[in-house]
């Protein structure tokens, strides 16, 4: 427990951020740093020096010793390298010191990160550089400074480059329309990410005795236990005291990091939470999605729990994912995506939102695609989270208006006018209306979009790079008409009608989760790839290299590699746990079931002899032997399946998906039938009971 008690003297008490700033740099250094946040302009050597210094005697005063360049590697994960600030002075002793070049570059050994085939073995160096725009921090004695990670060529190796990059982009297309709208003020647009994060916890000494939870997250085998989540009797629940005072120590050590933990909550499952974030930059969200998923599982360790993060750690309850809360804003904190009150604010609402609407129907694929893992599989189309297909649902008001737009008729009977963009008030939009569709991966809810589909465990940065871009793309082609355009009103209107009448096929307010929709959905031709093995290969369309190369988000190699990391981990996701299943079928599940039926056909010789009745073991005995024979000619299959995995990655990851994942599926349905037939007391691991109702 911390010595301060008052939040607001806690909050942000381990950031170097700009209240400290101002406090402790000199004015014009300050400045400087300032004006390169806002626009993006460089620092020089002198100014980084003071900096360094600045923050070194800040973090020494915190008690940090070491200081460490912190990335973002393609994982999805972070990674760090520390180095001590002690330098010798020649006669025995050493001084604490840290230059302005060890803060702005560093040097890491990046051959044990995947890098996609961006770098050759013999150049194996990968750089870090300062983002003077995150704010860096100390934690577990080490001053970290957010860094982005890139090869000796210069490609980006990381997940917060193309971040930045996409948010500058965005920033840039938007205030090309913003000029257009008569603001001259605004100097820049700034995506903004609140993203929701959902875990599970479980008690660290049951999760110990599983072997699949410990290697892959998730739990492979499973029978499904008596009571379910059917009684909606955990979601907002009252917090279990070990949970609360894992909470309440999360939220102090996220406070103490600047982080806006917000709201805390029982979810649906039972042993699953959420915890909501308020909204900042998507740099920052990024950052500190990641650091609340770590800090997440260390502060439950401490409190002997385990925080799951994996998308699906248990079949039958539903599994976690990530909302991704997304809009756009001005620096002086307009929100873009606010629905106005005068006619030229209503225009601007709608020309972003048919923008919007416009990218996420044409760039279908790459949305769907950064949401694409082996763990979400188990999510997306299950019935429980949104389905694979992308959609978007705006809500009766919104529709009725676009409809009007679309049709040119008058916008509700009873108002007896046309809705003329840029011309007419549009009626305004009743917030608690747009919310209502939980089985939407894309809702507009009331000023931002939430994107659904993400899962739990991954970084937030892909989809919001995605998300960045198609934006920047379609305001870039709008404004290249509207600049051109002799009457404004008119060319505006055409072109918010013209996009609204095209992408209309995006629209979906209807039940998601139904069987209708996905026949509708070929109807409408919208792509529905059920799984990531499907998915990953439409990343590399033409159409999205243009488009991210174009806005210089990726290069190209750029864009493959993240390709090529992302159907290497699926591969290597699937063959750990078909592995793990393997080795757990056959030495323990087998040997346990094997065990027990022996003990019954001991007993049941005896009774025989005695002509005791024994119809009960003679049954039992019988339906443990048919479903061992079936659990070893599974495993048997899986072993041989196994050994055929084709060498290029993308076969690779079509024959997991079609051939290993059927087999997993049949060692778990004999070994699930084997742990409803045998004693509680010969099972080798604890039970979905044991597990979620502890
Ligand atoms: P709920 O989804 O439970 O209705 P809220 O609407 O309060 O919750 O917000 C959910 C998340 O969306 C929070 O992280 C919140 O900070 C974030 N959020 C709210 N407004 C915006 C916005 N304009 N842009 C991005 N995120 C936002
Ligand atoms: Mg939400």
Redesign the pocket.
Known sequence: MSDIFSVPELFGSDVFNEATMRQRLPEQVFTAWKTCVTTGSQLTLEVANEIAEAMKIWATEKGATHYTHWFQPMTGITAEKHDSFIAPTGDGRVIMEFSGKELVKGESDGSSFPNGGLRATFEARGYTAWDPTSSAFVKDGSLYIPTCFFSYTGESLDKKTPLLRSMDEVSREALRILRLFGDTESKRVIA?????QEYFLLPKDLYAQREDLRLTGRTLFGAQPPKGQELDDHYFGTIRTRVSSFMKDLDEQLWRLGI?S??KHNEGAPCQHEL????TDANTACDDNQLIMEIMKKCAAKHNLVCLLHEKPFAGVNGSGK?N???L?TDSGK?L?SPGKTPSQNARFLLFLAAFLAGVDEYQDFLRCTVASAGNDHRLGGGEAPPAIISVFLGDELNAIIRSIIDGTKYREQQKTLLRVGVDVMPPIPKDTT?RNRTSPLAF????F?FRMLGSSQSVAEPNIALNTIMAEELSRFADVLENALDFDKALHELVCEAFTKHQRILFDGNGYSEEWKEEAVRRGLSNYPSAAVALPSLIQEKNIDLVVRHGIYTEPEFRARYAIHLESYNKIVAIEARTMVDMALHQILPAALRYTKELCDGLTVKQQLSIPCHAESVLVKHLSLNTEALYDAIDTLRHTLEAVPKEAEAAAAYYHDTIIPGMNAIRSAADMLETLTAKTHWPYPTYSDLLFY
Not at 276 to 279: E, G, H, L, M, S
Not at 445 to 448: F, L, M, V, W
């Open positions: 903004s990410v609140g993203a929701e806006l917000k709201t909501a974030p308020i909204y909302h809360n997304w809009s804003a929100n995506f919310d809810t009331g000023n931002k939430e």
